[in-house]
Nanobody, 118 residues
Framework: QVQLVESGGGLVQAGGSLRLSCAASGRIASIHHMGWYRQAPGNQRELVAV??????NYANSVKGRFSISRDNAKNTVYLQMNSLKPEDTAVYYCNAFIAAALSYQDYWGQGTQVTVSS
């Protein structure tokens, strides 16, 4: 059984910063990539950032403000969010493509609320 546990969400004023963490645990053989998605009320879930090996990819809306990083020894991915805007308000979900046995599959965290006040 693989679990993703997120932490670090909360309420912050516009222009502020938050750091999200997501730790993967369980019978993990290999992690291909990890990332963050978000979903605001009434909107579809969208990709925020993903990291695979040494490569990163960001949504245009967060480029230059958010930074994703990964600690392979801890099976943990981080999302540093700076210069936050009210439109960044959403539930943020951690995602990881993990091989627990013989094949890879997607895993999701439970989500953490980020609220940015104007």
């Amino acid at each position: 059984q693989v679990q993703l546990v997120e932490s670090g969400g909360g309420l912050v004023q516009a222009g502020g910063s938050l750091r999200l963490s997501c730790a993967a645990s369980g019978r993990i053989a290999s992690i291909h990539h990890m990332g963050w998605y978000r979903q605001a009320p009434g909107n579809q879930r969208e990709l925020v950032a993903v990291i695979s090996g040494g490569s990163t990819n960001y949504a245009n809306s967060v480029k230059g403000r958010f930074s994703i990083s990964r600690d392979n020894a801890k099976n943990t991915v981080y999302l540093q969010m700076n210069s936050l805007k009210p439109e960044d308000t959403a539930v943020y979900y951690c995602n990881a493509f993990i091989a627990a046995a013989l094949s890879y599959q997607d895993y999701w965290g439970q989500g953490t609320q980020v609220t940015v006040s104007s």
